[in-house]
């Protein structure tokens, strides 16, 4: 079966002169349904009919806004992916000139309202079904579920339902900015990653026949990528053409000495010699794995050491160990998603884990900073050449181009048992690409937000340390005597320091660069909410600055709701207060609120009464007020919100 597939359908070229209910001899007929197509040309139907949208750029919003689907996206943000770094002036003015004639094609005359106005930002109400993408990636998981559970009839009917929604590129044409660009890229990763599960479903039910052509394609797209070839020597050879299958290998050695300077890795050579001897090609699951480096590769130890007086997160801990004493036995790579406020403990908790489930992990631990919520984050080309430097690959070895990378990249993981730490992660788009197809290792990706988007196996949402737990760090950083000794200021320390590890650690090398001075000397400039912040730096290291990374990254909205918070008690705040404050319906205060809980700097609570309530860490409460000190509630630029 060719990968060329077919479109989901074909739309009659003809305009739409109006949206919502229509009449027809006095009968109401009901509203057709809108249906936006961005796996391939972009494009919008309403019911059969296609809705052709005038001018580039109006489409470019249009794309910007599905790509994130009932989110809010800041005027910013919209204005940097169509104009990238040469907007003009009256780009506000112009945008809001696409709202309007977007909200015409969408129907907003006749009240089909999915296009809404926030304060600088914009959101597109996209239905489950109205989006191929949410389509495609619901059945994409759906199909790798049930094929996981050797249900491969139904994996693969869901799978190649999923494969049929692609048309293309997505959003080829549009030219829009990095960030869209960057989100393209993950998506087509995504369908390459389902492309090979649906084949892998195939050949399971024996179609291996009907794979062999099909799988000649995507060589010739891919040439490097081992999986494909270990599945085209495996389908050739279960058809009883073992001739072609022993050539199939020869070429991808021949590929892989050639272009890489390596062998093929270890589960294709295992193939060639279960075919060469006229065994069964299928390869028994479950089967332990060596260390299996190419001789002269060296076993990469990346990881940074664990920070001092490490404590706690033991169900954490147990979690994650007792997931990758399962890795061994699993068909996946299986994900862990580890989050929370800045200065919890994110990257030390994934570094412990690995120390406590090193015999695991033979093969090596890998450790790429992402650097998500920088100015700067690590685009995939480098983190890929860094990680195979790290294998001891020269860079003369590194293939040029971001494809050969990654092909390299899996080639090395295959079937390795590695422990892979991607850590401070911006969105699912920066990870997707470095999450390795096979192998026997196991993925960490630390962020401060949820990543909701991103399958995982296993989400850890970190909070602050208990107080006997807080108390535990500072003993182990200063000792127990000094704690014990002063065990009211050692307290008062650690809840001004939100119980958050980072804050903990500062506190602690502090006082253990005086370790002549009593306690209560720091406990008492600790005292007043505004010094806090001060006092928690040292050598470099700063809560504020680790807080205010966070803050950046948010939208001027989102950031003016982030202020108000400082006007209230850290542990119980509600919408409607909030909405009180920034002066907006609490519906809407809600939503806002839960943005900064996926953003990492907030989280839920409950009250007895049922009113949800949110909780915020001290020293990130202390940064808020600080924050609103300096700005107030007044809103940033253009933020108030478009007038369209």
């Known amino acids: 079966m060719s990968r060329r597939l077919s479109r989901p359908c074909e739309h009659p070229r003809q305009k739409v002169e109006y949206i919502g209910r229509s009449f027809r001899h006095g009968v109401v007929e009901a509203t057709p349904s809108m249906k936006y197509y961005i796996l391939g040309p972009l494009d919008l139907t309403l019911g059969e009919h296609r809705v052709r949208i005038r001018g580039k750029r109006t489409c470019g919003l249009l794309a910007i806004l599905l790509m994130h689907p009932n989110q809010v996206v800041p005027l910013e943000r919209i204005i940097d992916e169509i104009w990238a770094d040469d907007p003009p002036r009256s780009a506000v003015e112009n945008i809001r000139s696409y709202v309007h004639q977007l909200r015409s094609l969408l129907g907003h005359e006749t009240g089909h309202r999915v296009l809404e106005s926030h304060p600088g930002a914009y959101r597109l109400l996209v239905g489950p079904e109205e989006l191929d993408m949410t389509r495609f990636l619901r059945l994409a998981e759906e199909g790798e579920r049930v094929c996981r559970l050797g249900q491969h009839e139904a994996g693969s009917a869901l799978l190649g339902e999923a494969l049929r929604l692609w048309r293309g590129t997505p959003l080829s044409g549009l030219g829009l900015g990095p960030a869209i660009q960057a989100k393209v890229v993950a998506l087509e990763e995504r369908r390459w990653q389902t492309q090979t599960e649906w084949m892998c479903a195939r050949m399971a039910l024996g179609e291996t026949n009907q794979l062999v052509a099909p799988l000649r394609e995507f060589l010739g797209e891919r040439p490097l990528d081992e999986k494909l070839w270990f599945l085209l020597v495996k389908a050739l050879s279960e058809s009883g053409r073992t001739g072609a299958a022993l050539a199939a290998y020869n070429e991808a050695r021949g590929t892989f000495v050639r272009d890489l300077g390596i062998e093929p890795g270890p589960r294709l050579r295992r193939l060639h010699a279960q075919v060469l001897r006229g065994g069964d090609a299928a390869d028994p699951p479950g089967r332990p794995?060596?260390?299996?480096?190419?001789?002269?590769?060296?076993?990469?130890?990346?990881?940074?050491?664990?920070?001092?007086?490490?404590?706690?997160?033991?169900?954490?801990?147990?979690?994650?160990?007792?997931?990758?004493?399962?890795?061994?036995?699993?068909?996946?790579?299986?994900?862990?998603?580890?989050?929370?406020?800045?200065?919890?403990?994110?990257?030390?908790?994934?570094?412990?884990?690995?120390?406590?489930?090193?015999?695991?992990?033979?093969?090596?631990?890998?450790?790429?900073?992402?650097?998500?919520?920088?100015?700067?984050?690590?685009?995939?080309?480098?983190?890929?050449?860094?990680?195979?430097?790290?294998?001891?690959?020269?860079?003369?070895?590194?293939?040029?181009?971001?494809?050969?990378?990654?092909?390299?990249?899996?080639?090395?993981?295959?079937?390795?048992?590695?422990?892979?730490?991607?850590?401070?992660?911006?969105?699912?788009?920066?990870?997707?690409?470095?999450?390795?197809?096979?192998?026997?290792?196991?993925?960490?990706?630390?962020?401060?937000?949820?990543?909701?988007?991103?399958?995982?196996?296993?989400?850890?949402?970190?909070?602050?340390?208990?107080?006997?737990?807080?108390?535990?760090?500072?003993?182990?950083?200063?000792?127990?005597?000094?704690?014990?000794?002063?065990?009211?200021?050692?307290?008062?320390?650690?809840?001004?320091?939100?119980?958050?590890?980072?804050?903990?650690?500062?506190?602690?090398?502090?006082?253990?660069?005086?370790?002549?001075?009593?306690?209560?000397?720091?406990?008492?400039?600790?005292?007043?909410?505004?010094?806090?912040?001060?006092?928690?730096?040292?050598?470099?290291?700063?809560?504020?600055?680790?807080?205010?990374?966070?803050?950046?990254?948010?939208?001027?909205?989102?950031?003016?709701?982030?202020?108000?918070?400082?006007?209230?008690?850290?542990?119980?705040?509600?919408?409607?207060?909030?909405?009180?404050?920034?002066?907006?319906?609490?519906?809407?205060?809600?939503?806002?609120?839960?943005?900064?809980?996926?953003?990492?700097?907030?989280?839920?609570?409950?009250?007895?009464?049922?009113?949800?309530?949110?909780?915020?860490?001290?020293?990130?409460?202390t940064y808020a007020r600080e924050r609103l000190e300096v700005e107030g509630l007044e809103v940033e630029g253009d933020a108030r919100g478009p007038s369209a």
């Open 289 to 621: 794995i060596v260390n299996v480096l190419t001789p002269g590769m060296t076993v990469p130890h990346q990881l940074p050491a664990a920070p001092p007086g490490f404590v706690g997160r033991d169900a954490a801990l147990d979690a994650i160990c007792e997931l990758a004493q399962r890795t061994a036995s699993m068909d996946h790579v299986p994900v862990v998603v580890v989050s929370g406020p800045p200065g919890v403990g994110k990257t030390a908790t994934a570094v412990m884990s690995a120390q406590k489930s090193h015999t695991c992990f033979p093969d090596g631990e890998l450790y790429v900073e992402l650097r998500g919520l920088t100015e700067s984050p690590l685009p995939a080309a480098d983190a890929f050449t860094s990680i195979l430097n790290a294998f001891g690959i020269a860079p003369v070895g590194v293939p040029e181009g971001l494809d050969g990378r990654r092909s390299l990249y899996r080639s090395l993981l295959a079937e390795r048992r590695t422990f892979i730490l991607l850590d401070d992660a911006a969105d699912a788009a920066q990870v997707l690409p470095l999450i390795p197809m096979a192998g026997q290792g196991m993925v960490i990706v630390t962020s401060r937000r949820l990543l909701n988007d991103l399958h995982a196996d296993l989400r850890l949402t970190l909070g602050p340390l208990s107080s006997a737990e807080a108390l535990g760090m500072l003993n182990n950083i200063v000792g127990r005597e000094r704690v014990d000794g002063e065990r009211a200021a050692s307290h008062h320390i650690v809840e001004a320091c939100g119980r958050l590890p980072t804050a903990i650690r500062i506190a602690g090398a502090r006082l253990s660069a005086r370790p002549n001075h009593p306690m209560r000397v720091l406990a008492d400039r600790l005292v007043s909410w505004d010094r806090v912040l001060d006092e928690l730096t040292v050598d470099g290291d700063s809560v504020r600055e680790d807080i205010d990374v966070s803050y950046r990254a948010l939208d001027p909205h989102a950031r003016l709701c982030f202020r108000a918070l400082g006007l209230f008690a850290p542990e119980r705040i509600t919408a409607v207060e909030v909405g009180e404050a920034v002066k907006e319906p609490s519906r809407a205060a809600d939503r806002d609120l839960e943005g900064l809980v996926h953003a990492g700097l907030l989280s839920t609570e409950w009250t007895r009464n049922g009113v949800p309530t949110f909780r915020m860490a001290s020293v990130v409460h």
